[in-house]
């Protein structure tokens, strides 16, 4: 099956940057959308954000749209989230999730995803 691995999470201080990476093995990473899904302690896991197969159609949640990027590198079968200004609040456990999609789409639902890395742990100290 695909699957993706995340790295890059760690303990930084509050207006810190991180920039997090989803690699998808598998050798089948074109038709497919990768999102990044977080769970905060106590919540319920949500979506932050994700990319299009085709790189040209992206969205990130509006919760975070202000600090968060996201970006693909299909040469590298990589999936990157660039977190900026990072609060406390940001803390969560980020996993990286991939699912067949056509160009330019994108789903916004955990329920959506077939594939699912790890998680990488972001602490952000205040």
């Known amino acids: 099956q695909v699957q993706p691995v995340e790295s890059g999470g760690g303990l930084v201080q509050t207006g810190a940057s991180l920039r997090l990476s989803c690699t998808v093995s598998?050798?089948?990473?074109?038709?497919?959308?990768v999102a990044w899904f977080r769970h905060i302690p106590g919540k319920e896991r949500e979506f932050v954000a994700a990319?299009?197969?085709?790189?040209?159609?992206?969205y990130i949640a509006e919760s975070v749209n202000d600090r968060f990027t996201i970006s693909r590198d299909n040469a590298r079968n990589t999936v990157y989230l660039q977190m900026n200004s990072l609060k406390p609040e940001d803390t969560a456990v980020y996993s990286c999730a991939a699912a067949l999609a056509s160009p330019d789409s994108w789903y916004l639902e955990d329920t959506d995803y077939d594939y699912w890395g790890r998680g990488t742990q972001v602490t952000v100290s205040s």
């Open positions: 598998g050798r089948t990473f074109n038709g497919y959308v």
């Open positions: 990319a299009s197969w085709s790189g040209r159609t992206t």
